[in-house]
């Protein structure tokens, strides 16, 4: 069986060769790469080598890439010099999915207005909303030219107001959505219903458990997700890829605190690793698609 699971497991920084030998050990085959996707960090052709020998080497596919987030440079920055910097890093990143010779999508976050916003909040969001349009508008030929395609992931707490605009404003061809159920379980606004509207539109999804208060990043089956209903939109949407699990230790109740994420110890990481297989499966095999 074919399975996707974030390459950021256990850390988003630092030499990343360890831990996919375990994935590939571990039976995963694909991909979502997340390494530094929460910095500024551009990858240059020495490291884009190094990990095309490691993809080799564990017999891997990258399938989606997550886009940089958090950082100052982005794609939908208020101050023009970084708005443009940040699409500098989108194309850094479509550069890499060619290299790498990735399958899927590049995936970004992209402004949004949430329930409990205060209107000082909201004002600047739409600024950053003006700054995103600018950034998808001078990014369409590049994508063209490219053949290459963003899936805009729905963020917790979103109201929706700004993403509904862009799918239905932007090209499906070059802009699409991520599923992501998580995002979509916490209690501040639940959006599977949103996802199933748009779900004609879903070319990416990141797949995890919550108990609904926070972003948790657990297995399948330990929060308050509806996998049964995750299983029915995934079978109805427009999605083809492998199915891809967002996952990270952290939260999970294998991590141990005493240690940092991307050095716990060897026996917390295996079961770890055994366990995430067992409920990713164990997902999988309630979805028709892989019937």
């Known amino acids: 069986m074919k399975l996707s699971v974030s390459s950021n497991l256990f850390s988003f920084t630092g030499d990343p060769d360890r831990h996919l030998r375990m994935i590939s ?7 979502l790469w997340g390494q530094y996707g929460n910095s500024d960090f551009a990858y240059g052709k020495y490291e ?18 997550h886009g940089c987030a958090n950082g100052d440079k982005s794609w939908f920055s208020v101050p023009e010099y970084q708005r443009k910097a940040g699409i500098e890093l989108i194309i850094n990143r479509l550069r890499m999915m060619k290299t790498l010779n990735a399958t899927g999508v590049l ?3 992209q402004p949004r207005i949430k329930t409990n916003s205060t209107p000082e909040e909201i004002a600047y969001k739409r600024q950053q909303f003006d700054s995103l349009r600018r950034s998808m508008d001078e990014l369409v030929p590049v994508l063209e030219k490219m053949d290459a395609k963003i899936a805009l992931e729905n963020m917790p707490g979103d109201t929706w107001e700004f993403l509904r605009y862009l799918l239905d404003n932007y090209p499906p061809e070059l802009f ?15 959006q599977f219903a949103e996802c199933e509207e748009y779900k004609s539109r879903i070319c990416s999804v990141h797949l995890h458990d919550n108990n609904g208060t926070g972003d948790q990043h657990l297995a399948p089956f330990y929060g308050t997700v509806d996998w049964e209903r995750t299983a029915k939109l995934l079978d109805s949407s427009a999605y083809t890829g492998v199915i891809n699990f967002e996952l990270h230790v952290q939260k999970s109740p294998f991590f141990n605190p005493a240690f940092p994420g991307n050095a716990q110890p060897p026996e917390a990481e295996a079961a770890y690793m055994a366990d995430i297989r067992e409920r990713c499966e164990r997902f999988a095999r309630m979805c028709q698609r892989n019937g």
Do not use: P, W
């Not at 050990?25 to 991909?31: C, K, P, Q, W």
């Not at 884009?48 to 890439?65: E, F, G, H, P, W």
């Not at 699409?176 to 639940?190: Q, R, T, V």
């Open 25 to 31: 050990e571990y039976g995963f085959t694909h991909l």
């Open 107 to 109: 995936v970004m976050h």
């Open 176 to 190: 699409g959505l991520c599923f992501d159920c998580g995002h979509a379980n916490i209690n501040l606004k639940n």
């Open 48 to 65: 884009l080598s190094a990990i095309k020998k490691m993809l080799k080497r564990y017999n891997l596919t990258i399938q989606d890439i």
